[in-house]
């Protein structure tokens, strides 16, 4: 914290000395002497145990392997539950669609089609004339009128 401390009170004590317009010398540069200096920083420093990151590491690597055999094991049984399920239902399916055969139509009597009870449709006359504002409008049209 003292070095912060003292690199502001450069800072500051140097912008009293500008000159009076308020401007920096350089043309509006600072000189490197106005920055702010920053204190250097400490790297923390983690204490690295390979060994204990390595036996961590093993055991992550084991749960993984076992989560996927796991998720391996339960498609499998599903899989297997799926096609037993299909196979149980074509097997039912196959017992209620027994093929029947189909009933010899009747050849010996005519058949007559009976008249229909209902009215026959009133034809209506075509529309030649199309309205007005329904006609395409073109401006090779205007141009004729």
Same mark, same amino acid.
């Given at each position: 914290?003292?070095?912060?401390?003292?690199? +502001?009170n450069?800072?500051?004590?140097?912008?009293?000395?500008?000159?009076?317009n308020?401007?920096?010398?350089?043309?509006?540069r600072?000189?490197?002497?106005?920055?702010?200096?920053?204190?250097?920083?400490?790297?923390?420093?983690?204490?690295?145990?390979?060994?204990?990151?390595?036996?961590?590491?093993a055991?992550?690597?084991?749960?993984v392997?076992?989560?996927?055999?796991l998720?391996k094991?339960?498609?499998?049984?599903r899989? @297997?539950?799926?096609?037993?399920?299909?196979?149980?239902?074509?097997? +039912?399916l +196959?017992?209620?669609?027994i093929?029947?055969?189909?009933?010899?139509?009747?050849?010996? @009597?005519?058949?007559?089609?009976? @008249?229909?009870?209902?009215?026959?449709?009133?034809?209506?006359?075509?529309?030649?004339?199309?309205?007005?504002?329904?006609?395409?409008?073109?401006? +090779?049209?205007?141009?004729?009128?």
């Amino acid at each position: 914290m003292e070095p912060l401390k003292e690199a +502001r009170n450069r800072v500051e004590g140097s912008s009293s000395s500008d000159n009076s317009n308020g401007r920096t010398s350089g043309g509006g540069r600072r000189s490197p002497t106005n920055c702010l200096i920053k204190p250097p920083v400490k790297k923390k420093t983690i204490p690295i145990d390979l060994k204990l990151r390595a036996v961590e590491r093993a055991r992550f690597a084991h749960q993984v392997a076992e989560k996927r055999r796991l998720i391996k094991q339960y498609k499998m049984e599903r899989e @297997r539950q799926q096609k037993l399920e299909e196979e149980e239902e074509i097997k +039912r399916l +196959r017992k209620e669609l027994i093929p029947k055969a189909q009933l010899m139509p009747y050849f010996d @009597r005519p058949f007559v089609p009976r @008249r229909s009870e209902k009215q026959p449709t009133v034809p209506r006359e075509p529309k030649f004339c199309i309205p007005r504002h329904k006609t395409i409008k073109c401006c +090779r049209c205007h141009a004729m009128t």
